[in-house]
Each structure stands twice: as C-alpha cells, then as structure tokens.
C-alpha cells in the first residue's frame, strides 16, 4: 500500500471507531448506570437527525441544529422516563417491550410528518487532499467530537455532585435514599442525558448518512453490541469496544465488503463474549 492510501484508511478506521463511540455512548450511560434496556435507542438517535435537519432548514445553519438537538431530544427523554420508564425499574422484559413499543410509534409518527423518502444535509467543512485521495474534514470533526462527549460525560459523573448521586442511586439505592439523595429525579436526570448523547449522536452523523425514519435502524444492533462487549465500565468499556469492533469493521470492509465488515464486527463481538463473558472491562465494577 502507498503512503497516502495507509493515510486515508487510518482516517476512515479513526472515523468509524468515533462513530461507534458516538452512537453506543448514550445506550451505555442508560444501560450501564440504570440498567435499562432502551430498545427506543435508535429512535433517540433518528430525532435527533430530525431536529438538525429541520432547524438547518429554518435557519440555515447546520451548527445550530445539532446544538438545538441534544437540547430537543433530553426534553423527549424526560417526557419518556417520566411517563413510561419510572414505572418499569427492575422489569427488564417489560422495559424492552414498552421501549420497542415506542420505537415503533416514534418511527410512524415521523414518516407520517415528514415522508418515508431519505433527506439529506452537505456535509460541512469541505475536503482536503491526501496525495492521490480526498478526505473530508468533518471526520476529523466527528474524531474530535467523539473525544469531547467522552469527556463531558466523565465529568458529569466523575468530578459533580449530580454524578456521585446517580452512582449512588444505581450502585447503593439503600444508603443513598439514607442519605437524602432523591433517586427519582436522579434517574431522570440521567435519563435525559443518555437521551442527549442519542440526540447528539443523530445530528452528528445525519450529514454523512442522510436522514430518513428507520436511521436508528442502521445502528442500534452497531451499539448495543458496543456496549455489550465493552462491559460494565461505561467510559472505559464502550471506548475499548468501540476501538476494537471499529478496527475489525473498517479493515474487514476495505478488504472485502461493508457487508462482510459488519458479519466481522459480529463474529468478533461473539468471540470476545465467548472468552469473556462479561465484557472487556468485565474486572471492573459497574458504573463510569
């Protein structure tokens, strides 16, 4: 391989491990702190696509809608958590049915406001040459924004007093009800922030794939089996997974097929459940 084409499938390796991070980091904070399985993930995901494809028409600035997006798509998941998932904590199978059941709705109600047809946004930022190949900048935007979330949410719930109570609502329910900590609206808050990252997650990856009602589709089963495989230390774990999966995936899929390049994601998520069962960071206690 010449230089340039080394180059050029670093940056796409680079880019689809962010986009894996993007898209599982939201699923990990719901799952891996409140132990909810939110099978309305993707939906999240696709409103958040929605919300930056409708406020770019507006006001024709794309930036503005993926800042209006996280925004639009927290204020859904507290309507969510408030009306369907408080009453579910601890009924696994119930949440996974309510869930499904609102994915279903949320993707109807869309194509019924605005069509079934693919929409798309131009890419900002333009492109940039490598020797005989183009790239674009916004993957090296997606790269930096990828590394960002991870910080927000390290900080969130590592470094305020918002995060060591959601910890100690999940980890120690007992104790933190002993000591003041008001567990429904700490559920809540995390909730919506889960719901956030989902909303960021569609705004960002809605100029690189379009925008259409079954997008979440396209990446649910991609961040479930992130999170999975990473294990129960939501930062930690989604990253490795996110790495790992994303390697195999882009070199599978430049190699052969993206089709191929998914069934490798798969075998590989398979494999490392097989040897450990609890994920990468399976050693590790449960939390961020």
Do not use: C
Request: hydrophobic residues 60%; aromatic residues 8%; proline residues 3%.
């Amino acid at each position: 391989m010449r230089p340039d084409e080394i180059l050029v499938v670093a940056l796409g390796m680079t880019v689809n491990i962010a986009v894996l991070m993007i898209v599982a980091l939201g699923l990990s904070v719901i799952f891996g702190m409140m132990r909810v399985i939110n099978l309305a993930h993707g939906e999240l995901i696709m409103l958040g696509a929605y919300t930056v494809l409708t406020v770019t028409r507006a006001t024709g600035s794309i930036w503005l809608g993926m800042a209006a997006a996280p925004v639009a798509v927290a204020l859904v998941g507290v309507a969510v958590e408030r009306l369907i998932i408080r009453f579910l904590y601890g009924r696994i199978l119930d949440t996974m049915l309510a869930t499904w059941g609102l994915s279903l709705v949320l993707v109807q109600g869309v194509t019924i406001l605005f069509g079934p047809a693919t929409q798309g946004l131009a890419t900002p930022l333009g492109n940039f040459s490598v020797g005989a190949y183009s790239a674009s900048w916004y993957g090296f935007f997606l790269i930096v924004m990828a590394a960002l979330l991870l910080a927000v949410t390290y900080l969130v719930f590592k470094r305020t007093r918002y995060g060591l109570e959601a910890r100690a609502a999940t980890q120690l329910p007992e104790m933190a009800a002993a000591l003041g900590v008001d567990a429904a609206r700490s559920h809540m808050i995390t909730f919506a922030f889960g719901a956030a990252l989902a909303g960021t997650a569609g705004a960002l990856i809605a100029p690189v794939t379009g925008v259409v009602p079954t997008i979440g589709l396209a990446f649910i089963a991609r961040a479930f089996m992130t999170v999975i495989v990473g294990g129960p230390a939501v930062l930690l774990g989604t990253t490795a997974a996110a790495a790992l999966l994303g390697i195999f995936e882009n070199l599978v899929s430049y190699l052969a097929t993206p089709f191929l390049g998914q069934g490798a994601l798969l075998a590989v998520a398979i494999l490392i459940l097989r040897v450990l069962p609890s994920g990468l960071s399976g050693g590790r206690q449960r939390g961020v």
